[in-house]
């Protein structure tokens, strides 16, 4: 939901940007050009006639009306579902909560996975359930790699004191030519 | 004809600010060996540096319970369970003995886990 959440901010922002710009122009442009008639950029007397021309009862007022509500209530859903997936840890006593984000999780393996000669580059994304690494390897890496480095994350998960252990996905993809 | 004056332990309160409380918050833990500061720097201009970051909420009672919230950096590796178990002593001890404050609830996040900042070189002179 974060996902969707930071897609939605700036495209609702830019839309509101967007309609505010063409707000002021229309202004300006009828104080300046009172001689122009309708609009410069958006024909707003055709809309005012429109929007004139509608009653409350009509159904597509109501319509109207319904779906502004339920997409407001998605995003309002959105919102508050979109909550930062905190890491819990083991507090030392009951009165403590310890937690961490993702983020600093997935550092700390990105780190650790780098550190191998045999890695090129890696990038890992953290959740309490999943750890998934995809590392470019030389393509003269050895084969066991893979397994090379589910060992080396997971062993830095067990120094980790994670109230849940995630599982560990890694993929390795060569890199061609020669170190 | 002067008014006797009230008891010495009734003429007044003290009243510590969530301010002055979040300060001693934060002190107490970056002094816990473990936890480390961070640079802040805007546009890649090194601006100094920040530790532990505190909020602090004070409950109704006498003395008054605290309710601490803390973001720390910590060293790594180490131990995350030992150095928060300090943390949270070494808050509890310094709330209660520079303003008189019991620590009901301590939350940690941990914003970040890393070694010690490379000491910068040496300058050629």
Redesign the interface.
């Known amino acids: 939901m974060r996902a969707v959440l930071r897609v939605l901010a700036p495209l609702l922002g830019l839309v509101l940007a967007t309609v505010g710009v063409l707000v002021v122009i229309e202004v300006v442009a009828e104080w300046v050009l009172p001689e122009h008639e309708g609009g410069l950029l958006v024909p707003w007397p055709e809309w005012g006639a429109v929007l004139a021309g509608l009653a409350w009862s009509q159904n597509l007022v109501r319509g109207i009306a319904i779906g502004v509500g339920v997409v407001g209530l998605l995003m309002v859903l959105v919102a508050l579902t979109a909550r930062r997936a905190d890491l819990r840890l083991v507090a030392p006593s009951d009165d403590m909560t310890v937690t961490t984000s993702p983020r600093v999780l997935a550092r700390l393996i990105g780190t650790r996975v780098r550190a191998s000669d045999d890695v090129l580059s890696a990038s890992v994304t953290a959740s309490e359930r999943r750890v998934a690494v995809t590392a470019r390897a030389w393509n003269d890496a050895p084969e066991e790699l893979r397994s090379t480095i589910v060992d080396r994350v997971q062993e830095l998960l067990a120094e980790l004191p994670l109230r849940r252990t995630p599982r560990v996905a890694v993929s390795v993809q060569e890199r061609e030519g020669v170190r | 004809m002067r008014t006797p004056l009230a008891e010495p332990a009734e003429r007044g309160r003290l009243d510590i600010h969530p301010g002055v409380l979040r300060k001693i918050v934060e002190r107490a833990a970056d002094g816990v060996p473990g936890t480390l500061r961070n640079e802040r720097s805007i546009a890649g201009i090194d601006v100094g540096e920040y530790g532990a970051s505190a909020r602090v909420t004070v409950g109704t009672g006498d003395p008054a319970p605290v309710d601490v919230r803390l973001e720390l950096t910590l060293r790594?590796?180490s131990a995350?369970?030992?150095v928060?178990?300090a943390v949270?002593a070494a808050v509890a001890v310094e709330l209660d003995r520079l303003a008189g404050h019991r620590m009901?609830?301590?939350?940690?996040?941990?914003?970040?886990?890393?070694g010690p900042s490379a000491p910068a070189p040496a300058r050629l002179r």
């Open positions: 790594y590796p995350v369970r030992a928060v178990e949270r009901r609830s301590l939350a940690v996040t941990v914003t970040g886990l890393r």
